[in-house]
C-alpha cells in the first residue's frame, strides 16, 4: 500500500513530495485553522490521484486517530489521543503480564509527582471548587461504606488538567484506564481514610503546600500500589488454578 501511495505522488508536479505528504500538509492546514477536510472529490481533483489511492493516504490519519468521519458532514482533523493507542495495545499484554501494570504505575507515580508544581500554580476557581465537590462526595460515600472510584478519577483528572499539558492529560488517563481495567472497583480497606487524605491533599493543594501534597501523593501512590500487587496475585492464582 505505502508504495502505491508513493509511486501515485511521484508522476505529478509537486517538487518531489509523495502523496502521503501533499496529505500530510493539507491535514496540518486543517489542524491549525480548525476547518474541516475538503471534500474526497476536491482532494481527488486537487492531488490528481483516484478516490481509492486518496483513501489509502489517508487510512494512516484515521488509523492514529488524526482525521474522524461524520456522517453527513465528513471528515474532520484533530489532536489524536495518544492515551486510547496505549490503553488499545496495553491492555492486552498486562492481561498475559500482569506485572507490566507496575511498570505503568511507576511511570503514572512520577509523572503525578513531578507535575504537581505546575498544577498548583496554574489551576483556577472553578477547577478548585470542582475537586472540592468531588472530595465532599468521597466523604459521603466513605461514611456509606461505599466505592468512590469515579470521584477518586475526576480529582485526579481534574488535578493534572490544571498543568494545561494535553500530553500529560492522556497519558494519565491512560494509565487510570489500565488501573481500573485490571483493579477494578476494588473497595479501599479504610475508605473513610482514603476520603481524608484526598480532603488533606486538596487543603495542600489549595495553600500552595507542595512539600505537604507531595508527601499525601506518595502516601495514595503506596496505596494504590498495594492494591496492584493484591489484583495481580488474586489474577494469577484464578488463572494459574491455584
Not at 92 to 98: D, E, K, L, Q, Y
Not at 133 to 142: D, G
Not at 196 to 217: P, V
Amino acid at each position: 500500500m505505502q508504495k502505491n501511495i508513493r509511486d501515485a505522488g511521484a508522476g505529478q508536479d509537486n517538487g518531489g513530495q509523495s502523496l502521503q505528504e501533499r496529505v500530510a500538509s493539507i491535514v496540518t492546514q486543517c489542524l491549525r485553522t480548525g476547518e474541516k477536510l475538503p471534500t474526497e472529490r476536491q482532494m481527488v481533483l486537487d492531488l490528481g490521484v483516484s478516490r481509492t489511492i486518496l483513501r489509502e493516504a489517508l487510512s494512516a490519519f484515521e488509523a492514529n486517530g488524526m482525521i474522524t468521519s461524520q456522517q453527513g458532514s465528513g471528515r474532520y482533523v484533530q489532536i489524536p489521543d495518544i492515551g486510547m493507542s496505549i490503553f488499545n495495545t496495553w491492555s492486552i499484554v498486562i492481561r498475559a503480564n500482569p506485572s507490566m501494570l507496575l511498570n505503568f504505575f511507576e511511570i503514572r507515580c512520577l509523572l503525578e509527582i513531578h507535575s504537581l508544581p505546575q498544577a498548583v500554580e496554574r489551576a483556577n476557581v472553578d477547577q478548585i471548587r470542582e475537586m472540592h465537590n468531588h472530595v465532599q462526595m468521597m466523604l459521603e460515600k466513605a461514611k456509606r461504606k461505599e466505592a468512590f472510584v469515579k470521584e477518586d478519577r475526576e480529582f485526579h483528572r481534574i488535578l493534572f488538567e490544571s498543568t494545561r499539558n494535553i500530553l500529560l492529560e492522556q497519558l494519565l488517563n491512560a494509565f487510570w484506564d489500565l488501573f481500573y481495567a485490571f483493579v477494578g472497583d476494588s473497595v479501599h480497606d479504610d475508605l473513610e481514610s482514603a476520603a481524608l487524605r484526598h480532603q488533606s491533599m486538596l487543603n495542600a493543594f489549595t495553600r500552595k503546600d507542595i512539600s505537604l501534597l507531595t508527601d499525601l501523593m506518595r502516601e495514595q501512590c503506596a496505596d494504590a500500589r498495594l492494591r496492584i500487587m493484591n489484583a495481580i496475585i488474586e489474577y494469577e492464582q484464578k488463572n494459574t488454578g491455584q
